[in-house]
């Protein structure tokens, strides 16, 4: 049974940044797309990133283009999202997620695409 498990989420004051990580077990992350989502208080889960099975491509929420970054380590089984330049609006739970590399499109931002979840990760992004 495959297991993602998110680390690096902590207390930063705006403008600063966090480095993300999502490690995986019992399943081999090369096989999947790999993205981050994330749940603020009161709100559904939204799309943050995706990058390919391949790592050939990746795709960004607009809110996060240009200040986050999302890589994959596939020699360590591991999936990192880059934050820089953080804004109180980015606090929320951070969960990584792994959907299956398929024939056809992969529809990246909806989480029911996904059939891997971490148990999140809070980051809180102070004023």
């Known amino acids: 049974q495959g297991q993602l498990v998110e680390s690096g989420g902590g207390l930063v004051q705006a403008g600063g940044s966090l480095r993300l990580s999502c490690a995986a077990s019992?399943?081999?992350?090369?096989?999947?797309?790999m993205g981050w989502f994330r749940q603020a208080p009161g709100k559904e889960r939204e799309f943050v990133a995706t990058?390919?099975?391949?790592?050939?491509?990746?795709y960004y929420a607009n809110s996060v283009e240009g200040r986050f970054t999302i890589s994959r380590d596939n020699a360590k089984n591991t999936l990192y999202l880059q934050m820089n330049s953080l804004k109180p609006e980015d606090t929320a739970v951070y969960y990584c997620?792994?959907?299956?590399?398929?024939?056809?499109?992969?529809?990246?931002?909806?989480?029911?695409?996904?059939?891997?979840w971490g148990q999140g990760t809070q980051v809180t992004v102070s004023s």
């Open positions: 019992g399943l081999t992350i090369s096989s999947y797309h």
């Open positions: 990058i390919t099975w391949s790592g050939g491509s990746t």
């Open positions: 997620a792994a959907g299956p590399a398929l024939h056809g499109t992969f529809l990246y931002s909806i989480p029911s695409k996904y059939n891997y």
